[in-house]
């Protein structure tokens, strides 16, 4: 399927639903699939052939939304580009991506301007809502697709066109928190599969209503196509805002919703949060980067039992591992705590092989890197055979993860291979030390990282964020920790920041925090 067949298939079961919802007024699919194919013609109007790279410089909107279709429908490659990023990285993806068109909101016209004259390659320019300087207006630019041959999406002889599963449906780029950005090409059957399992796994039960508060350009994007293929509604929010968050799962009677655990921090330290019904909710979906398990624990209580881990990463988009809502709890329904700290069993549709430097398989419970292989997998990295070719040595996407697999065969990644501390001689792994921090009442969030120390090689050090209001002793906090996993895994510094660094997905930046603690 190409992106555009899940939101016919979802109009195919009710042309009049309520297909993209925001600021409480709705398009319906018969909205949706009319614009995106006045999009798509005007897209062909302008050049755009098949494997054209047509990208998206937007926040959360459902006409930008609207316009994935209608690239998919003109035989294009969606390229999503974080509103969020600097104006060099932003231009740095795009000249990698050798876009042709850009369709953006006006809010970012000043970034558009900063970066168009370095971007020949793009021909069209298109401000979605409004007038913008060098850019055609939203009706300028749907008035050239006025005349082009589109099938009336509705008519019985518009046949979908045959999908060849290995085309690029999405270009992304990977957050460049490691070194320039890399382009990832998602072929149709990634995201196929990717659809496949998110049905297969989690629950749905009747058309499910889909909250998008994360940004459409990551998670919370793709997690719509399955929502669309049942004929469900996506609730978009514009701006982030856990008040809001927590009244439009009341009043939409949302079923389905993903935040990353820094923003699930701050829902369970909303004072609305008792006295929200979520009684609506199914699948409360949580990933990005690892949750602590007391938070976890707290979400499953308060919020219920609907959470729902996924893990991923843009080269295999979000379902290597899955744990749905059930299995946060043992058989007698008390809460698994022994597997909050997983991230749950490898996918049906995915291998997962932990393997050491060498590639071979490690024994069982061993530590080593997580691999996979899968139709999830990505083609490969744009105009990049050799960062290809290493990271797909084998048939396997190395992920870069380091985990184990538990006897009840679930995943556990316990750091990223290149946040991994050696000290006196001992691998530490941040995760563990993490979570340790983490089940302080005092600590919001946190991040651990290892200095140079001519003692011990490294020195565990972590840096926290607490609660608003909450102080944190650092003395306190160390014995804490120690009590939890010993003198080795205890940090040997610890440092109270108001707030970490984050990516423009809420990651949390270590490289940063290790230049601020060296300098």
Known sequence: MRLHDYLDKGASLGADRPCLTTDGTSMSYADVVRLSHEVAAALVASGVGEGARVAILSANDPVAFTCVFGISQAGGVWCPINPRNEAAENRELLALFDAEVVLHQSGFAPLVAAIR????GVHTWVCLDGPADG???RQEFLDRGRGVDVPDPFAAAALPAPVRGDELAMLVGTGGTTGRPKGVMLTP??????????LMGYPFDGPPVYLALAPLTHAAGVLCFPVLALGGEVVIMRV???GGFLRLVHEHGVTHTFLPPTLIYVVLGSPHLDSTDLSSLQ?????????SASRLEEALRRIGPVMAQLFGQTE??????MMPPADHFRADGSVATERLTSAGRPAPLVTVAILDEDDRPVPPGERGEICARSSLVMAGYWKDPDETARTLRHGWLHTGDIGF???EGFLHIVD?????????GFNVYSTEVEQAVLAHGAVQDCAVVGLPDDTWGERVVVVVQPHPGAEVDPDELRGFVKQRIGSVKTPKEVHVWPDLPRSKVGKVLKTEIKKELAG
């Open 117 to 120: 004259d370095q971007l020949p």
């Open 135 to 137: 850019s055609l207006t």
């Open 189 to 198: 059957t990634n995201l196929e599969t990717m659809t496949a399992l998110t």
């Open 240 to 242: 982030p805002d856990v």
């Open 283 to 291: 699948c409360f979906w949580y990933g990005a980067a690892p949750m």
């Open 316 to 321: 295999a988009p979000m379902m290597i591992s």
């Open 405 to 407: 697999v538990d006897d």
């Open 416 to 424: 990223r291979a290149k946040d991994m501390i050696i000290s006196g």
